[in-house]
């Protein structure tokens, strides 16, 4: 057992990268960032697997050592356990005197002390002179029922990663989201999950919602309604969808995760035809919604790139330049700095769909846009014509995720049956005169009371 808590312990110690560093599975932009922001660290920080902490071999290592020591140990504690549930007690000692609240009172009746203990939920060894009686197996019971409830746990977790999936997808306000592969930014199976097998539902963000404090900018409430059908041909239902409030097809929950805004723009070309027109969107860069994002346009010629900034609520600093300075759209601002180039598309590599290389690009101009302002950067012209929300949504298939739950509630109860169980022995001996002597074999305080009321039980002294 001592291994298993070494293990557990380096486990929980194993976990703390996962919460310090971007992980892949969780935020693959976010790492990508880290990667720009920290070039010479983030290479050896992927080399130890600390953007995939969770399927790292060390962490897996770990958690399988974990698994097979927690069954090395809880089995033949079980078994024995069992056995000792069906055997009598143990026989009484020779010399009571030395146990502990040992008292010597005037002869009793063997008979009524073996019914008094019957009765306080003893089991009792009844020899000619003497009986030995224990109580708490319970104890024990518990114990083994939070150590098996944690190889619950463990295979729950496993199960979960081998049969489950998890995906990320944007989706502006107003778009319908088909649960396809194809569908979304970022999806990972577990080993044993196919494509083949998400649930065919649907979904259509019909409105977005986001409240906020006025004085602290922090989020209130976020309240997003979607048509949805599973299957995606079947008659839609309106659902509502809130950070806590996931919407499930059975094991598979959609759970809204991040929000922010795709500013709409018209591009058109020198001869004023239309190349471009609709929403991109920006990824939030602080809590006030400051987003930044890319614009291609591959199709003119030369191909134009836009690097651009939104901010919901515009504000200048001397220091900072421009920001938002509240996360709701009151006075928005496009910034956008023109690049003709090559954008680099045609080259098979893949890249951030909100950032431009522009090592092979020239800038050709720059402009803080208002609604529905156009300026003309030469090859073209640029329209700002409003913004719509975007939600990210995560879908998660985890069929594990119940087993898990059962798994803690019953180390739970295990755990507080084991250390609320009062385990005791108590012995009777007939001689001369009768001896009482107790053990409390877990030290929970109350053995001398017990022993107390006994003896005044069999004394007739109540």
């Not at 209130?220 to 239902?237: F, G, K, M, Q």
């Not at 939030?284 to 890319?294: H, M, R, V």
């Not at 180039?341 to 909100?354: A, E, F, H, K, R």
Request: charged share 20%; with cysteine.
């Amino acid at each position: 057992m001592r291994i298993a808590l070494i293990l557990l312990l380096l486990l929980a110690v194993a976990a703390i990268p996962g919460s310090l560093f971007p992980q892949r599975n969780q935020n693959p932009l976010q790492v990508k960032q880290y990667f720009i922001d920290n070039p010479a660290t983030a290479i050896w920080l992927d080399r130890l697997s600390l953007f995939e902490v969770y399927s790292s071999p060390w962490f897996s290592a770990i958690y399988l050592l974990l698994f097979i020591s927690l069954i090395g140990c809880v089995l033949p504690r079980s078994i024995e356990h069992l056995k000792a549930i069906g055997a009598q007690p143990t026989i009484t000692p020779k010399y009571l005197d030395r146990m502990e609240h040992f008292v010597e009172i005037k002869k009793i009746d063997l008979d009524q002390a073996a019914a008094y203990l019957i009765k306080n939920r003893y089991r009792i060894r009844r020899d000619e002179n003497s009986i030995s009686a224990e109580k708490g197996y319970a104890r024990e019971s518990g114990n083994l029922l939070f150590h098996l409830s944690l190889v619950l746990v463990l295979i729950a977790i496993g199960v979960g990663s081998l049969f489950g999936s998890k995906g990320d997808a944007i989706v502006n306000v107003g778009d319908r989201f088909i649960n396809t592969p194809t569908s979304y930014d970022i999806l990972g199976f577990g080993k044993y999950q196919a494509e083949d097998s998400l649930p065919p539902f649907s979904l259509k963000v019909e409105d977005f919602k986001a409240e906020y404090d006025p004085v602290t900018n922090a989020p209130i409430d976020y309240t997003l309604t979607v048509r949805t059908a599973n299957p995606a041909n079947s008659p839609e239902t309106t659902e509502v969808i809130k950070v806590n409030q996931p919407l499930a097809y059975g094991s598979t929950k959609i759970y809204l995760q991040a929000n922010g805004y795709s500013p709409i723009v018209i591009v058109r070309d020198k001869s004023g035809k239309v190349i471009f027109d609709g929403p991109t969107p920006f990824l939030p860069q602080d809590g006030n919604l400051s987003s930044i994002g890319a614009i291609k346009i591959p199709d003119m010629n030369p191909q134009i790139g836009f690097v651009s900034s939104f901010l919901p609520t515009a504000d200048r600093d001397p220091i900072r330049g421009g920001f938002s300075s509240y996360p709701e759209v009151l006075d928005p601002r496009l910034l956008v700095s023109v690049w003709k180039g090559d954008l680099g598309l045609n080259t098979g590599v893949p890249q951030s769909v909100y950032r431009i290389d522009t090592s092979k690009m020239e800038r050709i101009g720059l402009k803080a846009l208002t609604v529905n302002e156009t300026y003309d950067f030469g090859e073209g012209s640029i329209t700002f014509t409003g913004w719509k929300s975007w939600v990210n949504l995560q879908i998660v298939n985890d069929p594990g995720k119940g087993f898990a739950l059962l798994g803690a509630i019953l180390a739970i109860s295990g755990l507080l049956i084991s250390l609320f169980t009062r385990q005791r022995r108590v012995w009777i001996k007939q001689g001369r005169k009768t001896q009482v002597a107790g053990l409390a074999k877990n030290g929970i305080p109350g053995l001398e009371q017990e022993i107390n009321n006994l003896v005044k039980e069999l004394s007739n002294e109540r």
